[in-house]
Antibody, heavy 123, light 111 residues
């Protein structure tokens, strides 16, 4: 059974960098693409970006300058770093698997999600 | 402001049929398939419909999806109290080197 679990600090100060990790079990991250998605309090979903085990990444243009996503196949984890935090980055951060049935990223869907990790940006 | 437009709320009584719309543009829904996610209160989103109208195993056939042009719809027939949740549409958008976009979500209330 595929399971994803986010981990990281619940509180981060403004201007600092957020680091979150997603631990994957039940499947190897050396297949499929892996994503970070966030949800601000009372708001909708926002895709942050994705990573393939080779290190290939794709980011949301609105966050690209502040985001780094990486994968570590040796420990079956992938990670998110988001810099220059402001209160607007307060959100529940989800990691999710991207199942691709076709030849490019448009032909896919998020089939497994973590439970989410609440991150509050405050001094 | 979400790239895909959904009504913020919808409602129905048990047994009714409810539809939720999702409007986009030629750079997303007009070109690519649509996925729908259900988010029950306090939980992570769950895949409900993929590739416009396909149901993952375990999703009741009361849920159906369709797409026409730059819009998509989710229909729920035989509404049940456990269907009360937030529903999100999603599609790939090929602007700015490509990225996933979501609708703002529709909160479904079962009266």
């Amino acid at each position: 059974q595929v399971q994803l679990q986010e981990s990281g600090p619940g509180l981060v100060k403004p201007s600092e960098t957020l680091s979150l990790t997603c631990t994957v079990s039940g499947t190897s991250i050396s297949s499929h693409y892996w994503n970070w998605i966030r949800q601000s309090p009372g708001k909708g979903l926002e895709w942050i970006g994705s990573v393939f085990y080779t290190g290939s990444t794709k980011y949301n243009p609105s966050l690209k300058s502040r985001v780094t996503i990486s994968a570590d196949t040796s420990i079956n984890q992938f990670s998110l770093r988001l810099s220059s935090l402001t209160a607007a980055d307060t959100a529940v951060y989800y990691c999710a698997r991207d199942y691709r049935y076709g030849y490019d990223e448009s032909m896919s869907y998020f089939d497994y999600w973590g439970q989410g990790s609440l991150v509050t940006v405050s001094s | 402001q979400s790239v895909l437009t959904q009504p913020p709320s919808a409602s129905g009584t048990p047994g009714q049929r409810v539809t939720i719309s999702c409007s986009g543009s030629s750079s997303n829904i007009g070109t690519y398939t649509v996925n729908w996610y259900q988010q029950l209160p306090g939980t992570a989103p769950k895949l409900l419909i993929y590739t416009n109208n396909q149901r993952p195993s375990g999703v009741p056939d009361r849920f159906s999806g369709s797409k026409s042009g730059t819009s998509a719809s989710l229909a729920i027939s035989g509404l049940q109290s456990e269907d009360e949740a937030d529903y999100y549409c999603a599609a790939w958008d090929d602007s700015l080197n490509g990225h996933w976009v979501f609708g703002g979500g529709t909160k479904l209330t079962v009266l």
